[in-house]
């Protein structure tokens, strides 16, 4: 995998309608209480819920991503479930979703507004007794670095942070991981990579390999300093689990 050859282009510029309510950088810890409405198009959380906003964590090669944690208010220790994806980690509530969801004709009543683009509802999770971690990976949004997306690089920092997941005081050390299409598809490389706290994936809807001679164009929207990778191309196949 790391034989890739990788192609290069200066990210996308962020744009108003891919910002939701908690998308601004601003570190600290708030609890939102029972009752809590994102907005009148989302249901009220069912229990308090901690969230700690764009917390710091350190990557092997000294790169810094941010990622937010939302836990159930308890001293008891919880499980993690970790959405990896870089589709922005606070805007699952954005207009451009909004809009999807109403074309799609999907009820966004039955959602907290707290969730991911395609991952678990912190909501249903956290009265459930989980704490969902919302990473932005590297290259994306505040987080450090150039974007890599579907290779063992990206398994590697999704294994870092899983590691550091089942550390955190507030962890019983159990960490698995959720969601759907490119959520799906990189729990495959983060698998590859054999973290030590890693339980179970949920795996949706995605593709868990690519095949031989494979072509995969992607696109995001980060910071206009970064930069992306626009193209993966390889002989081999890109995951072997």
Same mark, same amino acid.
């Given at each position: 995998m790391k034989d890739y050859t990788f192609a290069l282009q200066p990210a996308l510029p962020d744009e108003p309608g891919r910002q939701g309510l908690f998308s601004g950088f601003a570190p600290g810890t708030v609890t939102l209480p029972k009752g809590f409405r994102v907005s009148e198009k989302f *249901?009220? &959380?069912p229990v308090d819920i901690i969230l700690e906003k764009d917390v710091a964590v350190t990557m092997r090669d000294g790169v !810094?991503?941010?990622t937010d944690v939302l836990r159930p208010l308890t001293d008891e220790q919880v499980p993690v479930i970790v959405a990896w994806s870089p589709y922005g980690k606070s805007r699952g509530n954005a207009p451009q979703y909004d809009d999807l969801f109403? &074309? &799609? #004709?999907? $009820?966004? %009543? =039955?959602l907290s507004g707290l969730q991911k683009f395609e991952g678990p509802d912190p909501a249903y999770w956290c009265a459930k007794g989980y704490a969902i971690c919302h990473p932005d990976p590297r290259g994306t949004y505040n987080s450090e670095g150039d974007a890599r997306w579907w290779n063992r690089l990206e398994g590697e920092d999704f294994h870092d942070l899983v590691e550091w997941c089942g550390l955190? $005081?507030?962890s019983? #050390? *159990?960490v698995g991981a959720s969601g759907n299409s490119y959520l799906t598809a990189s729990q495959w490389f983060m698998a590859a990579?054999?973290?030590r706290t890693s339980r179970r994936s949920r795996h949706g809807r995605g593709c868990p390999t690519s095949t031989a001679t494979s %072509?995969?164009? =992607?696109? %995001?929207?980060? !910071?206009?300093s970064r930069r992306r990778y626009a193209m993966l191309t390889s002989e081999r196949t890109s995951a072997r689990i």
């Open positions: *249901k009220p &959380l !810094t991503i941010y109403r &074309l &799609l #004709g999907m $009820d966004t %009543s =039955v955190q $005081d507030w019983n #050390g *159990k990579e054999h973290p %072509s995969c164009a =992607v696109a %995001s929207r980060t !910071t206009a």
